[in-house]
């Protein structure tokens, strides 16, 4: 019988997190120094960015406030640290009026206290808050719905077409067995947006899809009629990958065949809990797309990779898969399966695939992958405009 161990929760979307983490986590770049002491000290992941809601324009600032705020709730955190300087349009107190009332969440200010102080009092706060988390018991329970999955795939080549047909595969299964499956990365729709259309539960859901991908056309556009070198990007050519149409039809093998329930804009968190696949619009650019994925709900994130990618995120363990065994062999401490048996024809997908499901229901349970043995705590988030 397969049964996974989680830590409940009190959520009516996520009802379970896979770790039990207290994070520390900066609302703008001027507090990262801070927030690094802070999670050295208290051996804490530590969410830090080059971004801050002062100085940007548009719709930034709200991605900055709103991708900070669910990275805190994704149902892997216990309870979190929040720092800042004060003085920020979107500021460390201001975040924590809207999460106190889901989870154990404190802020500081480092212009109120003084880096020394802030330093010192949050490495109390942060001790104080992991040994209310050592309280929480685990437990087994028999079935995965619920269970929320990012795929990705980073450093593609020609043999992440291989990685990502297994991967669809988990996908299938997952959303079979009750769980939800979330994808990102809206310029490698491009050539395939078509047949996604088809996917989705209803023609409101498709014309939101197809709002999201138009517009990142015309952004890009707005800047370079030449996409070569970034979708595909040179890595991407260099492995054999030579149009975006190529690249998208790969990457969209990882998404299996579930109909689409809902399409979330960069930094929102997923709000239905209808088991299906469910989009993110989002970048290419890997660690601001796998923490899209981590502040949409992700539990976990399998990661498919050609040439090698070794990030992680500090929230949703991230799974790392490739089938080109030549990175397999140079990158091992990095990938936690290898799955060029399938470019070989020596083991069907269906068998991968099932190898794949097995270790995710593992590192669900509480196997660390390469990524968190490395100690990756890769975050980053997303800017659309100028910063003033």
């Known amino acids: 019988m397969m049964r996974i161990r989680v830590y409940p929760r009190?959520?009516?979307t996520f009802r379970f997190g896979i770790r039990n983490k207290v994070v520390v986590a900066s609302v703008g770049a001027s507090a990262n120094h801070a927030v690094k002491q802070i999670a050295k000290r208290t051996?804490?992941?530590?969410l830090v960015h080059d971004k801050g809601t002062d100085g940007e324009i548009g719709e930034d600032s709200e991605i900055t406030r709103r991708t900070i705020i669910n990275s805190v709730l994704n149902a892997n955190v216990y309870g979190a640290l929040l720092i800042g300087l004060g003085d920020e349009r979107y500021n460390a107190k201001d975040m924590v009026a809207e999460l106190e009332r889901f989870k154990p969440v404190y802020w500081l200010h480092i212009q109120e206290e003084g880096e020394r102080?802030?330093?010192?009092?949050g490495v109390k706060l942060v001790n104080m808050l992991r040994k209310e988390s050592d309280k929480i018991s685990s437990r087994y329970i028999k079935k995965i719905s619920g269970l929320t999955v990012g795929v990705k795939c980073g450093a593609s080549d020609y043999t992440s077409v291989f990685a990502n047909a297994v991967v669809g595969l988990v996908a299938d299964t997952i959303v079979n067995m009750g769980g939800r499956v979330v994808f990102t990365e809206t310029t490698e729709l491009i050539g395939m947006e078509r047949h996604l259309y088809r996917r989705c539960i209803s023609r409101g859901i498709a014309r939101k899809l197809r709002y999201i991908v138009m517009k990142n056309i015309q952004s890009i556009l707005s800047y370079s009629r030449n996409w070569l070198g970034a979708q595909p990007n040179y890595g991407n050519i260099r492995g054999g990958i030579t149009t975006i149409e190529e690249k998208s039809a790969g990457a969209l093998l990882k998404t299996g065949s579930s109909k689409i329930i809902d399409v979330l804009s960069y930094g929102e968190r997923i709000s239905k809990n209808e088991p299906g696949v469910y989009f993110v619009d989002g970048p290419g650019f890997d660690v601001p797309a796998i923490t899209a994925l981590a502040a949409s709900g992700c539990h976990s994130i399998i990661f498919t990779t050609g040439s090698g990618e070794p990030i992680g995120s500090p929230i949703a363990p991230s799974?790392?898969?490739?089938?080109?065994?030549?990175?397999?062999?140079?990158?091992?401490?990095?990938?936690?399966?290898?799955l060029s048996p399938a470019l070989r024809g020596d083991i069907p997908l269906d068998e991968l695939a099932e190898k794949l499901f097995y270790l995710l229901v593992e590192?669900?349970?509480?196997?660390?992958?390469?990524?968190?043995?490395?100690?990756?705590?890769?975050?980053?988030?997303?800017?659309?405009?100028?910063?003033?």
């Open 319 to 338: 799974i790392k898969v490739t089938a080109n065994s030549k990175t397999y062999r140079n990158m091992r401490e990095n990938i936690d399966l290898d």
């Open 10 to 12: 009190k959520d009516a």
């Open 117 to 121: 102080a802030t330093i010192s009092k």
């Open 43 to 46: 051996a804490s992941p530590a």
């Open 363 to 388: 590192i669900v349970s509480g196997r660390e992958t390469a990524a968190e043995l490395m100690r990756h705590e890769d975050f980053a988030i997303l800017k659309s405009g100028p910063t003033l």
